[in-house]
C-alpha cells in the first residue's frame, strides 16, 4: 500500500503489533517464512504474488470508480508496483506490495465484513467518531488510504457526505468496488495518493483512518495541504505505541511493523511512528494548523497499544493587497 488502505477488517483484525529495527533499506517482502516460491505458483515472496494478481487484474474488464463516475474499463497494471510507475519511495512500494497480498488473501477467502455504524479511529470501537470531522452534509470529502471502503460508504449514507476514497493497493479497491462500487456519492478511485492530490479539486474535509503513517510525510504533507480548502479541516489517525510497549521514533524515519493477517503468515509493513510533536512541527511546517490531539488507548488492560488523532486544518488565504 504506497497509500495503505489501512481500514483493517474488523472480522480478522487482532491487534498484536509487533516492531523490528529500524530500516534503512526496504527488504523484499515473503508471505511465508523460508524460501521463496517459483514465480509461476501463485504463493511465496510478495513480489510473484504481485505479478499473479497483476495476470488477473489485466485478464479482463474491472469496475473502475474515477471522478467521472462509475465506468467499466480495462484495468492494466504495471508490471511491478515501483517507485518509477507509482511515484512513491522504496518504503511506500514495500507497503503497497504488502497489502496487495492482504487484499488478495482476502479475496480468496472470500472474507465476511459488516457495514460500520460509526467512524472508528483506534482498533477498537470507542472513542470519537465523524463528529470529529463536523458538518459533512454536502461536503466533498476524501477518505485517503480507503481499503475496504466501509469507513468511506458510512459516511456517504450516514452523513449525505460526498466521498472520494483512494486506494493503492489493486486487490484492497477490487474488493471495495465488489463491495460498495454501486453507492452513488461513493467514488472508489485506484492511485496514489499523492498523485491524486495534486490532482483533484480541493476538498472540504480529507481524513485517513492509520493510512498517513504508511507514506513519507515530506511528500505527503505538501500535497495534502493543497487538497484542503482553506480553511478545510483535517484528521487522521496514527500509531503511537505497539504491543511490545515501544513508542514513536525520535526522528522523521520509518520502521518495521508486523501486520497479522487472519489464516495467513505476517506481513512486513513500514510506517512513520513519530511523537505528536514531530507530527505537529510537521504539518505546522506544510500551512496545517493542529487543533487537538487525542489519546485513544486500548481498552483492554495489559493491551499497550495506543493511537492518536490529530484534528487540524488549512490556515485561510490572507490578502497581501493594501486596502
Not at 162 to 184: C, I, N, W
Not at 236 to 259: I, K, Q, Y
Amino acid at each position: 500500500m504506497g497509500l495503505a488502505a489501512m481500514a483493517v477488517d474488523g472480522a480478522d483484525w487482532r491487534v498484536l503489533w509487533r516492531v523490528h529495527s529500524p530500516i534503512t533499506d526496504a527488504a523484499p517482502l515473503s508471505s511465508s517464512p523460508g524460501p521463496p516460491a517459483p514465480a509461476d505458483s501463485g504463493e511465496g515472496s510478495a513480489g510473484a504474488a504481485v505479478a499473479g494478481i497483476e495476470r488477473r487484474l489485466t485478464d479482463g474488464p474491472h469496475k473502475v470508480v474515477a471522478a467521472t463516475g462509475l465506468v467499466k474499463a480495462p484495468f492494466p497494471l504495471p508490471q511491478r508496483l515501483t517507485r518509477s510507475s507509482m511515484h512513491s519511495s522504496e518504503h511506500e512500494a514495500a507497503n503497497t506490495r504488502a497489502w496487495t497480498v492482504y487484499g488478495q488473501h482476502h479475496l480468496r477467502r472470500g472474507t465476511e465484513v459488516a457495514d460500520v455504524d460509526r467512524l472508528t479511529w483506534g482498533f477498537w470501537p470507542s472513542g470519537p467518531g465523524a463528529e470529529v470531522l463536523g458538518d459533512l452534509s454536502g461536503r466533498r470529502v476524501l477518505d485517503l488510504g480507503s481499503g475496504l471502503g466501509k469507513f468511506a460508504a458510512y459516511l456517504v449514507r450516514e452523513h449525505n457526505a460526498m466521498v472520494d476514497a483512494v486506494e493503492s493497493s489493486p486487490t484492497q479497491h477490487e474488493r471495495a468496488v465488489a463491495r460498495y462500487g454501486s453507492l452513488p456519492g461513493l467514488n472508489l478511485i485506484h492511485a496514489d495518493a499523492v498523485e491524486h492530490l495534486k490532482q483533484a479539486e480541493p476538498y472540504d474535509v480529507i481524513y485517513s483512518v492509520h493510512g498517513v503513517a504508511y507514506i513519507d510525510p515530506h511528500r505527503l504533507l505538501p500535497a495534502l495541504c493543497n487538497a484542503l480548502k482553506p480553511g478545510g479541516r483535517l484528521a487522521f489517525s496514527v500509531l503511537h505505541t505497539n504491543s511490545d510497549g515501544r513508542g514513536p521514533s525520535p526522528s522523521v524515519a520509518p520502521r518495521r511493523e508486523v501486520l497479522p493477517l487472519a489464516g495467513g503468515d505476517p506481513l512486513t509493513v513500514q510506517i512513520w511512528t513519530l511523537s505528536p510533536t514531530l507530527w505537529e512541527d510537521l504539518l505546522v511546517d506544510n500551512g496545517l494548523l493542529v487543533d487537538r490531539i487525542y489519546v485513544l488507548d486500548a481498552p483492554d488492560e495489559g493491551n499497550r497499544v495506543s493511537v492518536r488523532l490529530f484534528r487540524a486544518h488549512r490556515r485561510a488565504c490572507v490578502s497581501s493587497r493594501r486596502e
